[in-house]
């Protein structure tokens, strides 16, 4: 019977020096000591189309909500950077702020501490991504409206996305960390209608023949 692998982040696409992954590789929190850089972590698994849904929730605090970006880049997203930074990534930075290539554009859906729960809803079928803010959307996922994509931001560049965040430590002893869930456990809000629950692939077992099979 054919069953679900979900994605968890990825121990080899980070710094291990200043994001320590627990919790089964599903939570990160910012571990080196304070210096203002942001460091990234993105998911084992990538995606080129299909339309996915997964959560993000703030599990550690940091005084600056400018410490934490959720979003989406690609495997060439460097571990000193946040997804927004890159050219073929985007982020929703924890005060309100929509990014992509480095620059900043239209209010997200709302400063997030703490607590809350970030929605992410891509659609690489149509080259789109929405996020929100504790079950409310900017736009609507299901109807293919709204959202920084492409309202502020360009249509996503074709490729293969992977989800992303980064941590940035300006304030010790205080840890930003940031839990993860790919679908392996239940959501805190309901996915948009048409979406996948989850960041997965499917795995079938191979059949192991009984030796019996093979004596006649």
């Not at 300006?170 to 993860?180: G, K, N, R």
């Not at 805190?188 to 048409?194: K, M, Q």
Request: net charge negative; aromatic share 12%.
């Amino acid at each position: 019977m054919a069953h679900p692998m979900y994605a968890t982040w990825d121990s080899a696409s980070h710094s291990e020096a200043s994001i320590g992954l627990t919790e089964g590789d599903l939570r990160a929190t910012r571990v080196f000591l304070q210096n203002g850089l942001h460091y990234s972590v993105r998911s084992t698994l990538g995606v080129s189309s299909g339309k996915y849904y997964w959560e993000i929730t703030v599990v550690g605090s940091q005084a600056a909500q400018s410490s934490y970006n959720i979003g989406i880049a690609e495997s060439t997203l460097s571990q000193t950077n946040y997804p927004g930074q890159a050219a073929t990534g985007y982020s929703y930075r924890g005060d309100d702020n929509y990014f992509n290539n480095a620059g900043a554009g239209g209010n997200a859906p709302g400063v997030y501490v703490v607590g809350d729960v970030i929605g992410v809803a891509l659609d690489m079928d149509n080259l789109k991504c929405w996020w929100s803010l504790n079950g409310v959307f900017d736009g609507s996922p299901a109807a293919g409206t709204g959202g920084p994509i492409p309202s502020v931001f360009a249509l996503i560049t074709p490729g293969t996305y992977y989800a992303a965040i980064s941590l940035r430590q300006v304030a010790d002893p205080e840890l930003a960390s940031m839990t993860a869930n790919f679908g392996a456990t239940a959501f805190a809000y309901t996915p948009p209608t048409g979406f996948t629950s989850g960041l997965f692939v499917t795995m079938t077992p191979v059949p192991i023949l009984q030796i019996h099979e093979y004596i006649r």
